[in-house]
């Protein structure tokens, strides 16, 4: 199965939900309006949403919403970090579910559209029917070093880390969140554009081990890579607002909603060991390792299995109606 056993879905239904007194979200609906509510979470923070997102699921069996996170892609004002923190992205999943008048929905997202996935449904748990979760990130500050500093993904990748590290003055290699803070903080346009795409191209290079050679000619979207790199940043430069281990830690108020996790095996920006602690806390979850996978929910392998959880949740919440 792939995504190419469906149709490519046109939506039927866009629209921009006002959120407070600066955002408004870009929402899309497509599929069945009568079928099985579900929300897909990209990624980043500031990843955006895709066409391709929608291809997941059976159009015949899924109403399927998507939306851009407060500050990127459509949504507007893009990019911006004002009144923008995990707080009032929960709240804003919230607002979406009672303006479309949804009791209950399947949430699904990757990467970073996990992390959040997961908070709201600890926020929330009484409106979710189920989680399918690819590339599981736990916002742990392990991570934020395994992608940032010289000890983690860097050894795997030391020319590409190089090239990360370059718009920062040397003192502060070292510590490149707080670097490129220094950058992302200052009236210096030119100095952000070039950090921007310094920080895009590295999270590029990481996602994916189908497609090698990735520069900067490959950034196609330079809207997107400005709305990835300043939000992303924000967030880890935060801790995502949340306290340490603040998922595990409340794990206890999801444990009974049917979870589906992915993960491939050479994901090289979400580590393995994160999915893997995450399913022996949750008893209700199970874990599916893709044994030719990195972190991309667009390589042939996840895409497969996406389909194929979608699938099999489709078929489960049918037949466990509540």
């Given at each position: 199965?792939?995504?190419?056993?469906?149709?490519?879905?046109?939506?039927?239904?866009?629209?921009?939900?006002?959120?407070?007194?600066?955002?408004?979200?870009?929402?899309e609906?497509?599929?069945?309006?009568?079928?099985?509510?579900?929300?897909?979470?990209?990624?980043?923070?500031?990843?955006?949403?895709?066409?391709?997102?929608?291809?997941?699921?059976?159009?015949?069996?899924?109403?399927?919403?998507?939306?851009?996170?407060?500050?990127?892609?459509?949504?507007?004002?893009?990019?911006?970090?004002?009144?923008?923190?995990?707080?009032?992205?929960?709240?804003d999943?919230?607002?979406?579910?009672?303006?479309?008048?949804?009791?209950?929905?399947?949430?699904?997202?990757?990467?970073?559209g996990?992390?959040?996935?997961?908070?709201?449904?600890?926020?929330?748990?009484?409106?979710?029917?189920?989680?399918?979760?690819?590339?599981?990130?736990l916002?742990?500050?392990?991570?934020?070093?395994?992608?940032?500093?010289?000890?983690?993904?860097?050894?795997?990748?030391?020319?590409?880390?190089?090239?990360?590290?370059?718009?920062?003055?040397?003192?502060?290699?070292?510590?490149?969140?707080?670097g490129?803070?220094?950058?992302?903080?200052?009236?210096?346009e030119?100095?952000?554009?070039?950090?921007?795409?310094?920080?895009?191209?590295?999270?590029?290079?990481?996602?994916?081990?189908?497609?090698?050679?990735?520069?900067?000619?490959?950034?196609?979207?330079?809207?997107?890579?400005?709305?990835?790199?300043?939000?992303?940043?924000?967030?880890f430069?935060?801790?995502?607002?949340?306290?340490?281990?603040?998922?595990?830690?409340?794990?206890?108020?999801?444990?009974?909603?049917?979870?589906?996790?992915?993960?491939?095996?050479?994901?090289?920006?979400?580590?393995?060991?994160?999915?893997?602690?995450?399913?022996?806390?949750?008893?209700?979850?199970?874990?599916?390792?893709?044994?030719?996978?990195?972190?991309?929910?667009?390589?042939?392998?996840?895409?497969?299995?996406?389909?194929?959880?979608?699938?099999?949740?489709?078929?489960?919440?049918?037949?466990?109606?509540?």
């Amino acid at each position: 199965m792939s995504r190419n056993l469906f149709p490519k879905i046109s939506t039927y239904k866009e629209q921009w939900l006002e959120v407070d007194n600066i955002h408004s979200l870009y929402i899309e609906q497509s599929g069945n309006p009568d079928g099985i509510p579900v929300l897909y979470l990209h990624g980043g923070p500031g990843g955006g949403s895709s066409e391709n997102h929608r291809r997941y699921f059976d159009p015949d069996k899924y109403r399927i919403i998507i939306f851009d996170q407060r500050g990127c892609g459509k949504s507007t004002p893009s990019p911006s970090i004002k009144q923008n923190t995990t707080e009032e992205l929960i709240k804003d999943i919230e607002a979406i579910r009672s303006h479309l008048k949804i009791d209950k929905w399947l949430i699904a997202g990757g990467s970073w559209g996990t992390t959040l996935a997961m908070l709201y449904g600890i926020a929330f748990p009484q409106t979710v029917l189920g989680f399918i979760l690819r590339g599981v990130f736990l916002a742990t500050q392990t991570e934020y070093d395994w992608l940032y500093k010289a000890d983690g993904a860097a050894k795997f990748f030391p020319e590409y880390y190089q090239e990360f590290l370059m718009p920062l003055a040397e003192k502060d290699k070292q510590e490149p969140l707080a670097g490129y803070q220094k950058i992302f903080a200052c009236d210096n346009e030119v100095a952000k554009i070039a950090a921007s795409k310094a920080w895009y191209l590295w999270e590029l290079r990481l996602s994916t081990i189908e497609h090698q050679h990735i520069g900067s000619a490959q950034i196609e979207d330079p809207h997107q890579a400005h709305c990835m790199a300043q939000l992303s940043h924000y967030y880890f430069y935060h801790q995502s607002f949340i306290a340490e281990d603040f998922i595990i830690n409340h794990i206890d108020n999801i444990k009974d909603i049917p979870a589906i996790i992915i993960h491939g095996r050479y994901d090289m920006v979400c580590q393995l060991n994160n999915a893997y602690r995450l399913t022996n806390a949750w008893q209700n979850a199970s874990l599916q390792i893709l044994p030719q996978a990195g972190h991309s929910g667009f390589e042939r392998q996840t895409i497969d299995a996406l389909c194929k959880a979608t699938e099999v949740m489709a078929n489960f919440l049918r037949e466990n109606k509540k």
